[in-house]
């Protein structure tokens, strides 16, 4: 809805629901609203979504399959070898299975933010945001048979009972500052972001146990996507004889790890457990960057191509009339959540709706960035990535019992050459 010249506005609601799932009723709403209220140089955009994710298919296999009937979760303490049931200090304990909480609900994600760009000078653009997300009903694992201090089981006649529940939380702040550099006239481009966020929650998987089942409160903690700061910034720019390039730059701050000690000390069947006073995800790896570059060529091939339909262009510009929101949405319905963005033509991107930021851009965007508008173009590319070769360690050992502990375990991709081609039509 326009209100005025100066705000738009869009609401909306949904329901879903889900086959073993008894809540029948699951509405979504969400509301957004641009408002430019010092003409276009500024725009202010904000909105809140309620959004449901789903219990997925391959967690009720499990219930289906490891039923302790079918499949059964069996414990061996102390097994031997080379048949780990055999052995004097061998212990095999009843089997398990795996369940479903009789009042599971959908996990739902609370999420708002606030926006504002501003127009600095023609080639100029300066943002800056702000979006929140708050998970309850999140899905997590707890093994309802765990033994208590005394190391007796609820029910001694069955092993570990891992049951999923709907009763973790999730907890998301992420502030983002972006700069975006455009001169058409040489067709150059550069944009820069950075962002700084904090992410919380009770479990990285619907299938992680806690360290200590008696008390699943004391898994609250960094997420594994916890990362605090993230940089990237671009540069794309024409070079001799049509040659474009163009340079990424990725950092980030080092991601989280758990410390454990490597034991079982409370005897329920998982080597989770970690030093007291220790949390989950406390501990921290190494800060990795990358840099990729590509090289490409386009030549025209056959005839002229015809105009697009009016509101199609090149250019990344911004959907105009689409009321905002936050994007990046957790679940598959974000798309439904516009923040009115799209790939519009020139400095317009046609008419954003609160089903996706501008619906009608995009379509003839190799214009926009000087290329030539025959009918078919063909391109010659070498993309680079990590060009400098640098290593960025990863996997970082938690477990005090190995040799490994405190170290990286893996690396990411090394440098890499691709040399390609592709043909537009």
């Known amino acids: 809805m326009r209100l005025s010249n100066k705000l738009s506005f869009g609401i909306g609601v949904r329901n879903e629901m889900q086959s073993h799932i008894d809540q029948r009723v699951n509405l979504m709403p969400r509301a957004g609203f641009t408002w430019t209220p010092w003409g276009n140089r500024t725009s202010i955009r904000g909105g809140y979504g309620l959004f449901y994710d789903w219990y997925e298919s391959n967690l009720y296999d499990q219930t289906l399959r490891v039923n302790g009937i079918a499949q059964r979760d069996l414990l061996i303490i102390n097994p031997g070898y080379p048949d780990p049931s055999s052995g004097i200090t061998a212990d095999v304990q009843p089997g398990g299975r795996v369940q479903a909480s009789s009042s599971l609900d959908m996990p739902k994600v609370h999420q708002a933010s606030i926006g504002v760009e501003r127009q600095i000078t023609q080639n100029l653009s300066v943002q800056a945001s702000y979006k929140m997300l708050r998970g309850r009903h999140q899905l997590r694992s707890i093994n309802i048979n765990a033994p208590n201090e005394l190391g007796v089981r609820p029910d001694p006649t069955v092993g570990t009972v891992t049951q999923f529940d709907s009763t973790g939380r999730s907890q998301s702040d992420r502030l983002e ?24 929650n009770h479990a990285d998987s619907a299938t992680a146990l806690p360290a200590n089942n008696l008390d699943p409160s004391a898994e609250w903690g960094p997420s594994r996507q916890d990362i605090r700061h993230r940089v990237q910034g671009q540069v794309n720019v024409p070079l001799l004889l049509g040659v474009r390039t163009s340079v990424n730059v990725n950092a980030q701050s080092a991601a989280p790890y758990t ?24 501990a921290r790896g190494q800060s990795t960057w990358t840099m990729n570059v590509n090289v490409n060529k386009q030549f025209a091939i056959g005839g002229v191509r015809r105009a697009p339909p009016a509101g199609n262009g090149g250019g990344n510009g911004r959907g105009g009339i689409g009321p905002g929101g936050p994007a990046g949405a957790p679940v598959s319905n974000q798309a439904n959540f516009a923040q009115g963005q799209g790939q519009g ?8 709706t609160p089903q996706g930021g501008g619906r009608n851009g995009g379509n003839n965007r190799g214009d926009a960035q000087g290329n030539n508008s025959s009918r078919y173009t063909m391109e010659l590319f070498i993309r680079a990535d990590n060009v400098l070769n640098h290593v960025n360690y990863g996997g970082f050992s938690g477990n005090m019992l190995s040799p490994f502990f405190g170290r990286p375990t893996s690396a990411q991709q090394p440098r890499r050459l691709t040399v390609g081609t592709a043909f537009r039509f």
């Open 345 to 352: 033509g020139g400095f317009r991107g046609g008419q954003g």
């Open 259 to 282: 410390i454990i000690t490597g034991f079982d000390d409370n005897h329920d069947g998982v080597s989770n457990d970690r030093p007291f006073g220790v949390g989950r995800n406390t």
């Open 177 to 200: 500052l972006r700069s975006t550099y455009r001169f058409p006239r040489r067709n150059i481009f550069m944009n820069v972001n950075y962002a700084l966020s904090q992410v919380k």
